[in-house]
T-cell receptor, first 115, second 114 residues
Framework: DAGVTQSPTHLIKTRGQQVTLRCSPK?????VSWYQQALGQGPQFIFQ???????QRGNFPDRFSGHQFPNYSSELNVNALWLGDSALYLC??????????????FGPGTRLTVT | AQTVTQSQPEMSVQEAETVTLSCTYD???????LFWYKQPPSRQMILVIR??????QNATENRFSVNFQKAAKSFSLKISDSQLGDAAMYFC???????????FGTGTSLTVIP
């Protein structure tokens, strides 16, 4: 059983560019959450997708957007990149009922560097 | 918004000894979940243990156990018989029973000394 997978592993972009990160959830999971983890910090919630819609959003600007596909995989898009967007981006998947509702399994992350 | 505080940026423990990592949180809710996650240098966050707030009994998972003090809003992690593979960053996290967002602390870096 493949866990949560993310691509790419590393990415280098220039200020002002746009980036798309991808995530495939763990088998059986239908919710996908995205987190930004700056160096030396804990993960910060960006948003969560369920049934192809953004269900909840953290305190991030509209430059951060996402999408969930019918197979539950998800993309995170960031427009007009700033230097401050440099971070590890984590994807987490979970279920929507019972105990699975309280769990999140994380992927290995995508390290984004903005120069 | 809920806040999670980990006041120990770094901790160290001798191999085979016991160590306790501290976590406090702030919430006005009565029903929620608390978690400890481990993040080794490989970056992947791994769930260590989970506690439901409505359960009075402290959760245990093999060498890992928690001391959940609901009134004090405290949730510490005890690692017994520490192993070299336990070296990692440990994050405490909170999730409301009504929301979908996890709130994380700033982490505690654990070093295991051979």
């Amino acid at each position: 059983d493949a866990g949560v997978t993310q691509s790419p592993t590393h990415l280098i972009k220039t200020r002002g560019q746009q980036v798309t990160l991808r995530c495939s959830p763990k088998s059986g999971h239908d919710t996908v959450s995205w987190y930004q983890q700056a160096l030396g910090q804990g993960p910060q919630f960006i948003f969560q997708y369920y049934e192809e819609e953004e269900r909840q959003r953290g305190n991030f600007p509209d430059r951060f957007s996402g999408h969930q596909f019918p197979n539950y995989s998800s993309e995170l898009n960031v427009n007009a990149l700033w230097l401050g967007d440099s971070a590890l981006y984590l994807c987490a998947s979970g279920g929507n009922t019972g105990l699975a509702l309280s769990e999140q399994y994380f992927g290995p992350g995508t390290r984004l560097t903005v120069t | 918004a809920q806040t999670v505080t980990q006041s120990q940026p770094e901790m160290s423990v001798q191999e085979a000894e016991t160590v306790t990592l501290s976590c406090t949180y702030d919430t006005s809710e009565s029903d929620y979940y608390l978690f400890w996650y481990k993040q080794p240098p490989s970056r992947q966050m791994i769930l260590v243990i989970r506690q439901e707030a409505y359960k009075q009994q402290n959760a245990t998972e093999n060498r890992f156990s928690v001391n959940f003090q609901k009134a004090a809003k405290s949730f510490s992690l005890k690692i017994s018989d520490s192993q070299l593979g336990d070296a990692a960053m440990y994050f405490c996290a909170y999730r409301s029973n009504t929301g979908n967002q996890f709130y994380f602390g700033t982490g505690t870096s654990l070093t295991v000394i051979p």
